[in-house]
Each structure stands twice: as structure tokens, then as C-alpha cells.
């Protein structure tokens, strides 16, 4: 049986974050998101929050499962008996920083395997910061995330309700 981990902000889950989880639900027999409790960034929702808005968008998926975590992903893995981290990777921008993570990863854990995914062509430009950048600015975000969590950042923004 193979667990993977998706780890990552998730700030908030969008539609390219969910097309990596559904590809992945077919490759591993168990998928656990988790979500960095204190990651370095700016963030707009809670920990909890992102969590419950992942919750709600990955119901439907049996095999799935989403936690919080700190400290290292690595461990975080090794806590969920884990043997793959699975990440998404978009063009050109993530490759770089996802190459020295996974470097920093396999000296630290050398049992625990990295599986990119390439992103969807229509979810190559999605990332959460533009995201929340164009729905502040009162852009039209429809298709890029969950119905709920468009409603969950037009609240945030103090938008009128879609
Ligand atoms: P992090 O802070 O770890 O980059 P993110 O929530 O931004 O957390 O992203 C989590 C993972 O999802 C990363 O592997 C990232 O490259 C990937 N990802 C982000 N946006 C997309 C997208 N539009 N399509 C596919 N993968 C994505």
C-alpha cells in the first residue's frame, strides 16, 4: 500500500491544487494533504480555515485525508508512514525552488521519494497569491477555485456575496 503526502500552504486550496489531488488519488492507494500550520508567507486564512476549505473540496475522495502539520515535511511524511511527497509543478516558475527542496528532502530523508506532477494546461496560471490579488481587486474568479471558497474570499475582502 502507498501513502502519499500533498504538502503546501493552500492559501486557499484553488482548482490547480485540486487537479494535482485527483490525479495523484489515482497513482497512491492513500493521499494525506497537509497543511503547513506556520509556513513563511503572509497568509490570509487560518490554519484551520484552509484546512476546512480543503476538507469540504476533497469529500467526494475516499482515499483522502487532510491534516495540519509544522516542522519538517519530511517528518511529517515519515509520521503518516509515507514513502512519496507529491507537488505540483507549473511552466517554468516552481521548478528551481521545488529541485532544492527535494535535494534538502532526500539528504535529510533518503526512503522518501518526490513525485511531481505537471500542471494542467488551463491551471498553469492559477497560483493562490494571484488569486487572492484579483479577487480583492473584485476580479471575477469563477472556475479558478470551489464555489465555497469563492464565497470564503469574498468575506474575507468584504465583497458582496456572488
Ligand atoms: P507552497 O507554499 O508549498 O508552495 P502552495 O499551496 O502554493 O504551497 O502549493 C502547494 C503545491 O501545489 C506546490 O507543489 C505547488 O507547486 C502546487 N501548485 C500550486 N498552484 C498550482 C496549480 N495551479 N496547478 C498545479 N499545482 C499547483
Known amino acids: 500500500m502507498t501513502i502519499a503526502i500533498y504538502p503546501g500552504s493552500f492559501d486557499p486550496v484553488t482548482n490547480g491544487h485540486l487537479d494535482i489531488v485527483d490525479r495523484a488519488v489515482a497513482l497512491f492507494d ?3 494533504i497537509g497543511v503547513y500550520d506556520v509556513p513563511q508567507k503572509n497568509l ?7 484546512v476546512d476549505l480543503i476538507r469540504k473540496a476533497v469529500a467526494n475522495l475516499p ?3 487532510v491534516e495540519s502539520y509544522s516542522g519538517l515535511t519530511v517528518n511529517f511524511a515519515q509520521q503518516m508512514n509515507a514513502k512519496v511527497i507529491v507537488r505540483g509543478l507549473r511552466m517554468t516558475s516552481d521548478f528551481e525552488r521545488e529541485f532544492e527542496m527535494a535535494l534538502m528532502n532526500k539528504k535529510l530523508a533518503p526512503d522518501i521519494e518526490l513525485v511531481c506532477l505537471m500542471t494542467s494546461l488551463e491551471y498553469q496560471f492559477i497560483s493562490s497569491s494571484l488569486l487572492k490579488e484579483a479577487c480583492e481587486l473584485g ?3 469563477e472556475g479558478l477555485v470551489p464555489e465555497h471558497v469563492a464565497t ?3 468575506e474575507k475582502f468584504h465583497l458582496p456575496k456572488r
Open 30 to 32: 492513500q493521499l494525506i
Open 44 to 50: 490570509l486564512f487560518s490554519t484551520q480555515e484552509r
Open 63 to 65: 482515499t483522502v485525508r
Open 139 to 141: 476580479g471575477a474568479i
Open 152 to 154: 470564503a474570499l469574498a
